[in-house]
């Protein structure tokens, strides 16, 4: 992890120690199971160049109930989503060796759903914009290949932003 950590801005003045007692503490943290539900992610298995690949139901996500929810709601949505990069870097990790470095994911959205109000309300996306502007360095160290399915006009025009970022 500590090799993630400390090429990112937010974390590269990070020390091993610095990052161990992050691990320790993102990791003991337990998500409210609402989180869990309400935000759903998961290991799918592996592709043929064994690089995870992680499915997120994004049109389920709803962000701007958390953020209407208060600061809490918003740190608890910001360290679980810490939760999820820490476990797509072990599942990285699971088929990493010597011979064949592994050092990306293949990510796979589904938008079915994706509500056109969390694009409108300005908390949801000041929050949104500053998780990316702190945190879209991950993006960039962690993405193999991203594809999108159900992709209304509001995940096309986030997706075209991030198009860069996110690669293939």
Excluded at 54 to 66: D, F, L, P, T
Excluded at 125 to 148: C, E, K, R
Aim: aromatic share 12%.
């Amino acid at each position: 992890m500590h090799s993630y950590l400390s090429h990112t801005t937010a974390h590269q003045n990070f020390t091993l120690e610095d990052t161990i007692q992050h691990v320790k503490e993102v990791e003991s943290w337990k998500a409210p199971k609402e989180l869990q539900r309400k935000f759903p992610y998961y290991l799918s298995g592996y592709d043929y160049e064994d690089q995870p690949v992680w499915i997120a139901e994004v049109g389920k996500y709803n962000v701007r109930a958390q953020i209407e929810k208060g600061p809490e709601a918003a740190r608890n949505l910001t360290q679980y989503l810490f939760q999820a990069v820490f476990r797509i870097v072990k599942s990285m990790q699971v088929k990493d060796t010597v011979d064949q470095e592994i050092r990306t994911a293949f990510f796979i959205g589904d938008c079915d759903g994706l509500d056109l109000n969390q694009s409108t309300h300005v908390p949801t996306v000041t929050y949104v914009l500053n998780l990316l502007q702190t945190h879209s360095d991950f993006l960039t160290l962690m993405v193999g290949h991203v594809i999108a399915l159900n992709v209304n006009y509001v995940a096309s025009l986030a997706f075209q932003s991030l198009r860069t970022t996110l690669g293939e």
